[in-house]
């Protein structure tokens, strides 16, 4: 990761809160937990996708446990989950 990015994390999420909600819509953040990084940057990662989160009336973030940055690819099942969880009626 590169250092400017590192150091622009709270800007990030400062720009998330000013941007405003995503309306009554779903927003579900899929989060990974193995890419590797620092402690800190790992703690301020998912500071700044819980901030996506949390500015939307139905959001939450999800920590994917174990995935890399492909989430998808390394726990379709997980995605699915989240997918049917949000989907009405619906089961898996």
């Not at 973030?61 to 989430?71: K, L, Y």
């Amino acid at each position: 990761m590169q250092h400017d990015e590192y150091v622009s994390f709270p800007m990030a999420s400062t720009e998330i809160r000013a941007a405003g909600t995503f309306g009554p819509y779903l927003v579900r953040v899929l989060t990974a937990t193995d890419y590797g990084a620092s402690a800190l940057r790992v703690a301020l990662w998912e500071s700044m996708l819980s901030t996506l989160a949390a500015v939307a009336a139905d959001g939450k973030p999800i920590m994917s446990a174990g995935s890399s940055h492909f989430v998808q690819s390394d726990r379709p099942s997980g995605v699915a989950d989240v997918i049917v969880g949000v989907l009405p009626g619906a089961t898996r």
